[in-house]
């Protein structure tokens, strides 16, 4: 592979006073293009379906979404990635990763994470914390979860000494619309930090450890060993109370609830649909 110099693929656009003069900060300009590849190796991960803490790219995987400085223009502060390698094949995964990597971090610019255009002010927003408003939200948050520390990496420069008020991403030759990052965008995030929503549907089984009455809450130990919280429906929280025994079996088909900004899929807390119950019965 050469490594020589070619199309832009993204612009980053620092936007401040006095910016058009001189440069950034060389700190934060680093912590900007770090927290951007980051992204990066994660939505590759996401799109090859690996996307767990801890997984990391081979030493190969890291050349397909690797980024360089490709160019530096004036007029505020403005700064081109392409890719590293120049490979056509490189090409390719970079212009199929860029467009996730663009809908995730739009995805806080617009401050529409969790619908279109969050507002906390908003009765009907507030009432999303309840789990039959969670079960109507996209089932797939995952990635802006875990993308959510890096991309407050990149909206803690703004507002510093440094003289940052927004930050631009600008992709070229990639039919995804331009946005901006301000201190909007820093409110938003602290707003939505842990909280719930729902993962992808699927069946899990534990035994049966503790009820909740009050809340319909059942404590269940998984075949690893953990222990999670499980929210029920009332007529089958009740069929558990009356029907199961301690470490009755029972097998769950629902959805797991995740934080946002926690960087897992290991499951603590499930949001059940239905259930079976499997021996050791009253």
Same mark, same amino acid.
Request: proline share 3%; glycine share 6%.
């Given at each position: 592979?050469?490594?020589?110099?070619?199309?832009?693929?993204?612009?980053?656009?620092?936007?401040?006073?006095?910016?058009?003069? @001189?440069?950034?900060?060389?700190?934060?300009?680093?912590?900007?293009?770090?927290?951007?590849?980051?992204?990066?190796?994660?939505?590759?991960?996401?799109?090859?379906?690996?996307?767990?803490?801890?997984?990391?790219? %081979?030493?190969?995987?890291?050349?397909?979404?690797?980024?360089?400085?490709?160019?530096?223009? @004036?007029?505020?502060?403005?700064?081109?990635?392409?890719?590293?390698?120049?490979?056509?094949?490189?090409?390719?995964?970079?212009?199929?990763?860029?467009p996730i990597v663009l809908k995730s971090i739009g995805s806080f610019a617009y401050k529409s994470v969790f619908?279109?255009?969050?507002?906390?002010?908003?009765?009907k927003r507030k009432a999303e914390q309840s789990y039959l408003q969670l079960e109507k939200q996209e089932d797939?948050?995952?990635?802006?979860?875990?993308?959510?520390?890096?991309?407050?990496?990149?909206?803690? @420069?703004?507002?510093?000494? %440094? *003289?940052?008020?927004?930050?631009?991403?600008?992709?070229?030759?990639?039919?995804?619309?331009?946005?901006?990052?301000?201190?909007?965008?820093?409110?938003?995030?602290?707003?939505?930090?842990?909280?719930?929503?729902?993962?992808?549907?699927?069946?899990? %089984?534990?035994?049966?450890?503790?009820?909740?009455?009050?809340?319909?809450?059942?404590?269940?130990?998984?075949?690893?060993?953990?222990?999670?919280?499980?929210?029920?429906?009332?007529?089958?929280?009740?069929?558990?109370?009356?029907?199961?025994?301690?470490?009755?079996?029972?097998?769950?088909?629902?959805?797991?609830?995740?934080?946002? *900004?926690?960087?897992?899929?290991?499951?603590?807390?499930?949001?059940?649909?239905?259930?079976?119950?499997?021996?050791?019965?009253?």
């Amino acid at each position: 592979m050469s490594n020589k110099m070619n199309q832009t693929h993204l612009w980053i656009r620092f936007v401040g006073p006095g910016l058009d003069q @001189r440069s950034v900060p060389i700190y934060d300009l680093a912590q900007v293009l770090i927290a951007i590849q980051r992204i990066h190796y994660k939505a590759y991960l996401y799109r090859e379906n690996r996307l767990l803490k801890g997984e990391k790219l %081979s030493d190969d995987e890291r050349n397909l979404v690797a980024l360089q400085l490709s160019d530096r223009k @004036r007029g505020s502060d403005n700064y081109g990635l392409n890719a590293f390698f120049s490979d056509p094949y490189v090409k390719t995964i970079i212009t199929a990763v860029l467009p996730i990597v663009l809908k995730s971090i739009g995805s806080f610019a617009y401050k529409s994470v969790f619908g279109n255009g969050d507002k906390e002010d908003d009765p009907k927003r507030k009432a999303e914390q309840s789990y039959l408003q969670l079960e109507k939200q996209e089932d797939d948050h995952l990635l802006e979860s875990f993308i959510y520390r890096d991309v407050k990496t990149i909206v803690t @420069r703004i507002g510093g000494v %440094s *003289g940052i008020r927004i930050i631009g991403i600008i992709p070229e030759g990639i039919d995804y619309p331009a946005f901006e990052l301000d201190h909007s965008t820093k409110e938003y995030m602290k707003q939505i930090e842990r909280k719930k929503f729902l993962g992808h549907i699927q069946e899990i %089984s534990g035994t049966l450890k503790s009820l909740h009455p009050a809340t319909y809450i059942v404590e269940v130990k998984l075949a690893t060993n953990k222990i999670i919280k499980v929210h029920l429906q009332s007529e089958d929280f009740e069929t558990i109370r009356y029907q199961a025994k301690k470490d009755t079996l029972i097998e769950m088909t629902g959805r797991p609830i995740y934080r946002m *900004g926690v960087e897992t899929k290991e499951i603590s807390e499930f949001k059940a649909y239905s259930i079976g119950l499997i021996g050791n019965l009253i």
